[in-house]
């Protein structure tokens, strides 16, 4: 690589730096990205939604990252989680590694690198044009004892590598498990989800859930929630969510205008009574849907199964529950909130397949990243190439 190419490089990825520290310090700024930067501090109460225009919105500013490093561990982990420490430690580790790494390359293996004899052929005044590789190991002279410098440092590095991971590793998992202790147990903790129930002729799912826990896990089994198709439900929660939104937007910004019309031609009317009526008038329906779906909806395959000790849920949802791997299909269950329940209707071959696309999906989008970079990479090492495709050598010309 040409000296040039890596001071292009390095303005090109130092201009992409900025580019989205920028971007990032404009748009956690505007209201209606409050849900993807401070979801916590919206449920908690502790930030407001403003809408009012602000000029400082549209200003980038670095205050947040003073603010994001004077922060200690047990702060984040009261305010964001542990994912949030974990991820931290991540950045940490990786600068550790960046600098020793730097320190060892700098003032061990260029010095080193630089008693070779190709720096005289180097012309500096030119510089910019000149290969790297006259501060490479290329460089060190054949049967040179320099060379085990370079075989020490590796091993050096490796070694820092590995006890950082080991150091790394033992420390999360000792807050992970900290974590885990202090924390209220939850319901999911308890519970697995089952699919693919066999039910026979003449039986309900709710019957042949009760039957198969009682017999093969009565001392650790304590209820179970069979899955019915709620599509109407979720539509009244879903519209009933958006209005609970507006509402709390109009309440919570005096600047807001509190009369509108509602149809084309009609009246202007008080919003905040309008939309607090549909709210009722939703919430009742909602009644009325749950009612109706707990005395004759229609049963999916599937259901949350509740034990009485966190072993038992971990002991039911890892050993397979029948002979037929199709059946009895056990695996934690999701919290509440990351359920999907319109996938729980989906066969087992559909869901198969699901799976299937998603891995496909995944490969397509790998090999077309890799594309365009192998063909970036591919021309800054032209002369290898014409080595390599000598029927390339025209194009490779031009």
């Known amino acids: 690589m040409l000296v040039s190419a890596l001071l292009t490089s390095l303005g090109i ?22 849900e993807v930067y401070i979801p916590r501090l919206l449920a908690e109460g502790s930030s407001k939604r403003r809408s009012n225009f602000n000029l400082e919105r549209l200003i980038p500013s670095t205050g947040w990252v ?18 949030a420490v974990v991820f931290m430690r991540i950045i940490t580790f990786s600068l550790k590694i960046f600098v020793f790494a730097g320190i060892i390359g700098i003032f061990v293996i260029l010095p080193v690198n630089c008693t070779g004899t190709q720096l005289h052929e180097v012309d500096f005044a ?21 060379l085990w410098i370079h075989f020490s440092a590796v091993y050096l590095v490796t070694v820092f590598v590995c006890y950082q991971l080991y150091y790394e590793y033992n420390y999360i998992s000792l807050k992970r498990i900290a974590y885990f202790y202090s924390s209220k147990p939850q319901p999911h903790q308890f519970t697995i989800l089952v699919r693919s129930i066999p039910v026979p002729a003449g039986t309900t799912v709710s019957d042949s859930v009760e039957r198969f826990f009682r017999e093969y896990h009565a001392s650790t089994y304590l209820s ?23 509402l709390t937007r109009l309440q919570s910004d005096p600047n807001q205008e509190k009369y509108k019309r509602v149809r084309l031609f009609g009246e202007k009317v008080d919003i905040l009574d309008h939309y607090e009526k549909q709210l009722e008038d939703i919430e009742e ?13 229609d049963e999916v395959r599937a259901a949350f199964v509740s034990f009485k000790s966190r072993y038992g849920a971990a002991i039911a949802c ?26 729980f209707s989906s066969s087992f071959i559909r869901r198969w397949i699901s799976k299937l696309v998603v891995v496909v999906t995944f490969i397509l989008l790998t090999i077309l990243f ?29």
């Open 126 to 146: 030119d510089f910019s044009n000149n290969s790297l590789d006259v501060f490479t190991i290329s460089n060190v002279n054949s049967g040179s004892k320099w």
């Open 66 to 83: 003073k603010r994001a490093w004077k922060l200690t561990e047990d702060d984040l982990l009261a305010s964001s989680g542990l994912d």
């Open 318 to 343: 890892h050993m397979q529950q029948s002979t037929n791997p199709t059946n009895w299909v056990t695996e934690e269950a999701p919290e509440p909130h990351d359920v999907y329940w319109p996938f």
């Open 370 to 398: 890799i594309i365009p970079v192998v063909f970036v990479q591919g021309l800054t090492n032209l002369s290898q190439l014409e080595v390599w495709f000598p029927f390339l050598e025209s194009v490779l010309t031009m």
């Open 285 to 297: 329906n909602l009644r009325l849907e749950q009612s109706e779906v707990s005395l004759a909806g």
């Open 13 to 34: 990825n130092s201009g992409l730096c900025i580019l989205f520290f920028t971007l990032y310090s404009i748009l956690r700024k505007q209201p209606i990205h409050y």
């Open 224 to 246: 179970h929630t069979v899955i019915r198709r709620t599509s109407k439900l979720r539509s009244l929660a879903n519209d009933a969510n958006k209005l609970y939104r507006r």
